[in-house]
């Protein structure tokens, strides 16, 4: 079993900036492919970023490419999002998930990929 407990969700004006944190215990974090993903209320959860086990693969949503960013500290046990130039559309709870690998360094981009989830951080962007 792995756990995912998030951090660093919150309030913040559209322009605003926020890191989220997701820390992660139960398997070698190395071997754990590792994604953000949102979901807002009565629409389905869908992914913002995803990171492989080495972190050197990465894919982001089309939504927010190029204002946020995934990264990974295998020694921390810990991935991150830091979410640049926020806007109202990105309100959301914020999933981290992860998957079990054995050799492959993918970044997985599905939610059915995903062993794993955290319990969820609200992100709130205000106009």
């Known amino acids: 079993q792995v756990q995912l407990i998030e951090s660093g969700g919150g309030l913040v004006q559209a322009g605003g900036s926020l890191s989220l944190s997701c820390a992660a215990s139960?398997?070698?974090?190395?071997?754990?492919?590792m994604g953000w993903f949102r979901q807002a209320p009565g629409k389905e959860r869908e992914i913002v970023a995803v990171?492989?086990?080495?972190?050197?693969?990465?894919y982001y949503a089309d939504s927010v490419q190029g204002r946020f960013t995934i990264s990974r500290n295998n020694a921390r046990n810990t991935v991150y999002l830091q979410m640049d130039s926020l806007k109202p559309e990105d309100t959301c709870v914020y999933y981290c998930?992860?998957?079990?690998?054995?050799?492959?360094?993918?970044?997985?981009?599905?939610?059915?990929?995903?062993?794993?989830w955290g319990q969820g951080t609200q992100v709130t962007v205000s106009s």
């Open positions: 139960g398997r070698t974090f190395s071997t754990l492919a």
């Open positions: 990171i492989s086990p080495s972190g050197v693969n990465t």
């Open positions: 998930a992860a998957r079990s690998t054995r050799y492959s360094d993918s970044a997985y981009s599905r939610v059915g990929e995903y062993d794993y």
